[in-house]
């Protein structure tokens, strides 16, 4: 349900590239960033192995199977580089309504951010959580992004 308000998003329904993290609970995204038409980026985990991307003429049929990192790993072509993308969905453990985000602990999603957002500065970015996972406070410190959007299973927030 997460997922499908991103479709609330005018910069999604705009996108052509979107990068997705390679995280489970977005798996549910990056199936329906490809069922959309759009090529999806997902950075591998860690980035040890840069980023695959994968394109709906790609995967073909094997949309589900795709969508999952193995999958991603099967059908992806993998890049060295991150290419430039029109809009970003990271994974939080955690998120206020500020925007501010906590991830798994290793810096990974504000890497990928930082990436995406020196190519094009102005890339909106979405987190998509469960509701119980908005908090009132994240702390945030230098190096944190923040998102633009955090969608869930009850609604879609457009951060100010």
């Given at each position: 349900?997460a997922a499908k308000r991103?479709?609330?998003?005018?910069?999604?329904?705009e996108?052509r590239?979107i990068?997705?993290?390679?995280?489970?609970?977005q798996?549910?995204?990056r199936?329906?960033?490809?069922?959309?038409?759009k090529?999806?980026?997902?950075?591998?985990p860690?980035?040890?192995?840069?980023?695959?991307?994968l394109?709906p003429e790609?995967?073909g049929?094997?949309v589900?199977?795709?969508?999952?990192i193995r999958?991603?790993?099967?059908?992806?072509?993998r890049?060295d580089?991150m290419?430039e993308?029109?809009?970003?969905?990271e994974g939080?453990?955690?998120v206020d309504?500020?925007?501010?985000?906590l991830?798994?602990?290793?810096g990974?999603?504000?890497?990928?951010?930082?990436?995406?957002?020196?190519?094009?500065?102005?890339?909106?970015?979405?987190?998509?959580v469960?509701?119980?996972?908005?908090?009132?406070?994240?702390?945030?410190?230098?190096?944190?992004?923040?998102?633009?959007?955090?969608?869930?299973?009850?609604?879609?927030y457009?951060?100010?």
């Amino acid at each position: 349900m997460a997922a499908k308000r991103l479709r609330e998003v005018p910069e999604y329904v705009e996108a052509r590239v979107i990068l997705v993290n390679p995280d489970s609970p977005q798996l549910h995204v990056r199936r329906m960033a490809l069922l959309d038409g759009k090529t999806v980026v997902m950075p591998t985990p860690r980035l040890k192995q840069g980023f695959l991307v994968l394109t709906p003429e790609g995967v073909g049929g094997r949309v589900d199977e795709a969508s999952t990192i193995r999958g991603a790993f099967k059908y992806g072509r993998r890049v060295d580089e991150m290419p430039e993308v029109d809009f970003v969905v990271e994974g939080s453990v955690a998120v206020d309504l500020q925007g501010n985000r906590l991830g798994k602990g290793g810096g990974y999603g504000d890497r990928e951010i930082a990436m995406a957002k020196a190519r094009r500065p102005d890339v909106k970015v979405a987190t998509t959580v469960h509701s119980i996972q908005v908090v009132e406070r994240v702390p945030a410190g230098e190096g944190d992004y923040r998102v633009d959007y955090i969608a869930t299973e009850r609604y879609l927030y457009r951060v100010r």
